[in-house]
């Protein structure tokens, strides 16, 4: 039954907020290396960043119709996020549905699959990742449901999960474990910061990280010159 | 038979110059989403955007003689457009060339396989889309022909036909369409900015569109809240 | 056996920023178009343009840990050149190795895998030829090499091989051979300015090349217009 | 936390039974197109056809540890699925474990990444659908789940689903609603095996389905011969 | 405007089942190395061979509503070719849709996007070429257009062409050079046996072809052993 | 300078015959890991298995002719290992020329490019490992090298050193080690026989590997049902 669900859970706008500021790669280390979406999900200009609760939109191949369904769902903080039930490059949404969604202080598009108007997109700001871009237009003649789980490049999403993503990608993080991966994440990156300063300052990994007899005790072997072959 | 035909038709001035302000996604909607090239066709600079009539060259893969016999079939609002007869990652196309085509005022290039000297092709703003960055050069070797029709990342061109490129990719339109295309093209324009000025003022698309009554009759239910799994 | 080779032999720096300075696309013409690495190889920002004496790494799949054995055997000019023994798109490359790389005067990172921090990479201004962008996390439990020969994106590069990267791609130069390729690619350069200056004024490649004859003696015929069909 | 659960729930017998008679595209259809793993998903020997009860493995890149620990999870008439948490074409899978499996009754295997001694597993008749082939090895280092859910080739899988593989790929099926879905399945199947009669017996799919009065009314043409271009 | 053109030219029998009898390769050289499909079109199952006139679909991306127009515009002899306006991978065609065919003499399916029911099709001995094998269903919105030209697979084809197709892929044979380019295959076919018996007899192509001059002219050197490194 | 080296070492038959018995997969583990080719090289027919010296071929793009100068150099117990110095999906070898090195006892052909006559290699019971079919032929003007090193699909093969092929892939050992790799292979397939017989009569890996305790010190923990979400 295609259906689409009025109420979502959220969470916490600050959590929200600090795992943004965090980043993906940060985010998907400490949370255990889960919830990173397929690396061909590249933003349309970069430098984008932005975390947002996810409104989830199940869409048929080459039909957008969904997705303005979907826009009356999102509110100001959110990010829609759009799974084809088959792969697909058409390009399901532009400049229009762009200027709706930041009319509701959407933060941003994740988008499985194609995206066109991205000259107009980067110029109001809107940031997208998606799949392909590609100026193919769909129809609108099938149904899809809005806010029910989705897998997106390969990761279940659930409405209301957190959505980080920057110019490294996308990560999702369950909406019940946000908090505890904001506070890992940033446990993680105090650890960073001072791991930082010594590579920095020329200390080598080696050492900081205390790697060397590991690597020894493994039979690595550090030879003077290279054997003749 | 090799061949190079030297005198071709070609559109309207002003009317290509109107194609390329409206733009390779509203061009391509406009005509009955036709024409569009592949996705994988991706400008090497963003921002680039260019219209103009077509010199078509048919080339063998890695052989990039004829677009050296090409150049002089060129003439000021030209857009070369080249097809390997069979697919090639080759660099057939640098800024030598550009620097030639530059003189002439062709307005860019569209090719479905390698280019290279990427930077100074930036630098020179000569607007390139291609299938490929590859410094790998071609042969001089085997004739190709200029100005017969190619099938180039998926369409067919005919010399003369107007083509249109942005950072959404690459549409070509028929000459003998042009016009008509450039008229429905701005209507189209003209009705989108209708429907942009009322949903960048926070109207949703389901009602400035009418789509309630059609998604009701497929069946599309809302519910307040999700349903027990 | 996996080993650490401590001393290896270097090109001349002059040499090094020699070749630096002529680009990919033209030391890969002037040494008979050898040593180009896959196309797939892109810079993570666009303008970065280096040239350095490999330290190489053979490294498993998944598994980052020779990186940081890596670092210690780097010296300022250097370029490291990271190959995995099987495909990976996993991110084994980031800013904090990258600060450590900086601090030792390396000049950027080519490697035929993911890297991830891209943007804290770009602002550091931090040069790297990829495979892939991509958050995923790699493990530290598997030895490889330091030092040894590397089929790095479908070519042979040797440690202490001159390596030149720049928005074309990246090329490698044999140590042995950088001083001649050097000479060469200066000649093509010269060659290649006074053919450009005539290009830019509007000669015809066919004429500054003198293809004319050649082109006839293939068989290729010029008509005034298209035959019908 | 990685765990592996030790009780699933699995379907009824006879219904599994049915609907790997139905076959992939029947049993796709028949649920309402939901289900289907991506097309790369491929046999590798043709005419394999299974359906089992899935036991699911989440397993890290390159690794393949937790595939022995969910042998012992097996029972007959189950189907091994695994999924790496991140893209890998390793080769997770060989003879020894597939003799494993057969000794426990195990059905066949579904992977999203890579398999090897393909000659023998082909002898052996185990059917399995991977994603690639490929002999590189994979480490036994870090620990996975098993009998959790999983994405693995795009769609989310539970432990005890139902899975129905064949030469046109691979679906799965909700455990709650394999009745229904094979209820369907033959509901299907009959009604195609009546059109199927009527097709091969030269009756158009025009008349069959009653198409032509919805096709005029979309506005198609029919013309006795091409207009002139 | 959408249309389906009822009446087509079609080549000479005899002269389409030569041309088949000759294969692919063979054809494709022997008119000059055009017409040929890209590589990505292949067989369902190996060793299916035929040649027939082009029936040809242009269809919307994920909708098969228009192969059920084009059945009824086909005969004996004929071969259905259809083509997506966009890349789809969905699967267009199944059993059904085959059994219509056969009844109707059609000698086999060149499809640009994917087909369903692989076992089915290969025991009814139905022969088919496509770009994807994949259960994923389509709609039936959307109107197309029947023997019009179409590009599938990069290649332009009309309506009445011919299509060859065997285990090395398709290849098309404009129909008004069907007849030359019979002659030149069997000429090609018969200047080949010759070379092939005397190869086969251990001759080598060196001698058979007369190369030994050319390559020494163009500088290539033989030494007994391979030189110092 | 392109060069034909007359004289190359071979390894002796009877381990090459070994070594080629004992597979790809098992060869590939026995020396470490190393040689394997990338996973894209596919046999064109199910079943072929062979291992022979090899004999190398650089060669350019789409331009096969040093292929007729390799054969020359071949003889019985060889496999010829073609690699393009650019990528290259062309034909570049068909019956013809698999005649030509059958009737010099040649094994079979390994090309990181594409081939043709596939049907008839097939009857030939001609062995080959391609990246591509491809029936697209290739010119003769460009010379390259035969029996120097080269990277094919991503290994450095050098003249002589042991390719083993079958339906796994492609490895190769290089010449110096073929007979230690014999040794360690067939140590190797003692030790999996045994493993074998355990595993076919149902004990479990976890328990014929000892793994159980490594597995509950890394944390793994056996649950019986799954927590409440």
Same mark, same amino acid.
């Given at each position: 039954?295609?259906?689409?669900?009025?109420?979502?859970?959220?969470?916490?706008?600050?959590?929200?907020?600090?795992?943004?500021?965090?980043?993906?790669?940060?985010?998907?280390?400490?949370?255990?290396?889960?919830?990173?979406?397929?690396?061909?999900?590249?933003?349309?200009?970069?430098?984008?960043?932005?975390?947002?609760?996810?409104?989830?939109?199940?869409?048929?191949?080459?039909?957008?119709?969904?997705?303005? $369904?979907? &826009?009356?769902?999102?509110? *100001? @903080?959110? /990010? %829609?996020?759009?799974?084809?039930?088959?792969?697909?490059?058409?390009?399901?949404?532009?400049?229009?549905?762009?200027?709706?969604?930041?009319?509701?202080?959407?933060?941003?598009?994740?988008?499985?699959?194609?995206?066109?108007?991205?000259?107009?997109?980067?110029?109001?700001?809107?940031?997208?990742?998606?799949?392909?871009?590609?100026?193919?237009?769909?129809?609108?003649?099938?149904?899809?449901?809005?806010?029910?789980?989705?897998?997106?490049?390969?990761?279940?999403?659930?409405?209301?999960?957190?959505?980080?993503?920057?110019?490294?990608?996308? $990560?999702? &993080?369950?909406?019940?474990? *946000? @908090?505890? /991966? %904001?506070?890992?994440?940033?446990?993680?990156?105090?650890?960073?910061?001072?791991?930082?300063?010594?590579?920095?300052?020329?200390?080598?990994?080696?050492?900081?990280?205390?790697?060397?007899?590991?690597?020894?005790?493994?039979?690595?072997?550090?030879?003077?010159?290279?054997?003749?072959?």
């Amino acid at each position: 039954m295609n259906r689409v669900i009025r109420t979502i859970p959220r969470a916490d706008g600050a959590v929200i907020d600090g795992l943004g500021a965090c980043g993906v790669a940060t985010v998907h280390e400490a949370q255990g290396r889960i919830g990173l979406l397929a690396p061909y999900m590249r933003p349309i200009w970069p430098g984008a960043a932005i975390a947002g609760s996810a409104v989830t939109v199940s869409i048929p191949p080459c039909d957008n119709w969904m997705i303005h $369904v979907a &826009v009356e769902q999102c509110q *100001a @903080g959110d /990010v %829609l996020v759009v799974a084809p039930t088959s792969d697909s490059d058409a390009g399901y949404f532009g400049d229009l549905l762009a200027g709706s969604l930041l009319a509701r202080g959407v933060r941003g598009l994740v988008i499985a699959a194609g995206v066109r108007d991205v000259r107009t997109l980067t110029e109001m700001k809107f940031p997208v990742w998606s799949r392909f871009v590609h100026a193919q237009g769909t129809v609108k003649e099938t149904l899809g449901s809005v806010n029910v789980p989705v897998v997106c490049a390969g990761q279940l999403i659930h409405p209301g999960d957190v959505v980080v993503a920057d110019d490294d990608g996308v $990560v999702v &993080v369950r909406r019940q474990d *946000a @908090g505890a /991966v %904001l506070e890992q994440s940033r446990a993680r990156e105090a650890k960073e910061a001072a791991v930082r300063a010594r590579l920095n300052a020329g200390e080598l990994g080696l050492d900081v990280y205390g790697m060397r007899a590991a690597l020894v005790k493994k039979g690595l072997v550090w030879l003077d010159e290279a054997p003749e072959p």
